[in-house]
């Protein structure tokens, strides 16, 4: 469920709460225990609907500290882990795989988090050195960390 579907999920809430007002003219005591439920309920999806607006704003606000890239040889993958400044915090993708070529590379970077595009980058950058490095008979690297610096 995306934010605006999370928006709609709290307006459910909302509609629901407000049809019970009528029902407290006709039965004052049953109507206004449905009423506290209710109330109760678009309390609690208000409170995740913070939540997901907070973890969209970290996400889309905090770029990694630093971004390590290694090459697996026997699956023939890169392995990209994002690393964070403040550890625990909630957000996107902070770990994953993708084929050693380059068009899977590519691929990831029309992803919706920017920071795993930053990630596609990079790693598309490390893919450009390892081929350079073989081309020229050196051994390619196995791993290559980029600082916030670089970044």
């Known amino acids: ?36 439920e209710r109330q109760r309920e678009v309390y609690r999806r208000r409170r995740i609907l ?3 607006q907070e973890a969209t704003r970290r996400v889309a606000g905090e770029r990694p500290e630093m971004i390590l890239v290694t090459y697996d ?32 590379v590519l691929e990831f970077g029309s992803h919706a988090d920017p920071n795993v595009r930053l990630a596609s980058e ?11 490095r073989a081309e020229e008979g050196e051994i390619a690297p196995s791993r290559r960390v980029f600082y916030a610096s670089e970044l």
């Open 50 to 52: 913070y939540e997901v």
């Open 73 to 104: 040889a026997a699956g023939d993958r890169y392995e990209c882990r994002l690393f964070y400044k403040q550890a625990g915090a909630v957000r996107g993708l902070e770990r994953f795989s993708v084929a050693a070529r380059l068009e899977d």
């Open 1 to 36: 469920m995306d934010l605006e579907g999370v928006r709609e999920w709290v307006r459910a809430a909302e509609r629901a709460r407000d049809e019970v007002y009528p029902l407290l003219e006709v039965d004052r005591e049953f109507g206004e225990i449905l009423l506290d």
């Open 122 to 132: 990079k790693i598309g950058e490390f893919h450009a050195l390892r081929l350079r």
